[in-house]
């Protein structure tokens, strides 16, 4: 799925870790870890902003489809994890994804969709 890969690219191109992550058909949960030095809104801006473009550009129908409109939401989720366990977090991703893939950052569909 392209959307997972070029997330996975702006975490790594800004130095973030993805810990565990799901890619749904309408949906991104991603947990990262990433330098003190970014806020969690500060992420999200650069990964949407970033991978919006590529889309578009790899993609030129989607620019049609959502001209005058935003390819992401224009809102986002953001915590940090300061009281969370790995074991909250992986319950709260777990109904996302199938549990069968060796990747901490899964698609709904599997690999090939």
């Not at 392209?2 to 130095?15: G, N």
């Not at 991603?30 to 550009?57: G, L, T």
């Amino acid at each position: 799925m392209r959307v997972r890969e070029l997330v996975r690219q702006d975490c790594e191109a800004f130095e973030i870790k993805i810990l565990s992550g799901v890619v749904s058909k309408d949906q991104v949960h991603i947990v990262v870890s990433a330098p003190p030095n970014i806020a969690p809104s500060e992420i999200m801006r650069r990964i949407k902003e970033r991978s919006a473009r590529k889309i578009f550009e790899e993609f030129p129908k989607l620019k049609k489809h959502y001209w005058g409109k935003y390819f992401w939401a224009r809102g986002c989720f953001c915590v940090t994890a300061g009281q969370m366990t790995e074991e909250m977090i992986n319950n709260y991703l777990e109904p996302h994804f199938e549990a069968n893939l060796n990747d901490n950052f899964k698609t709904e569909y599997g690999e090939h969709e």
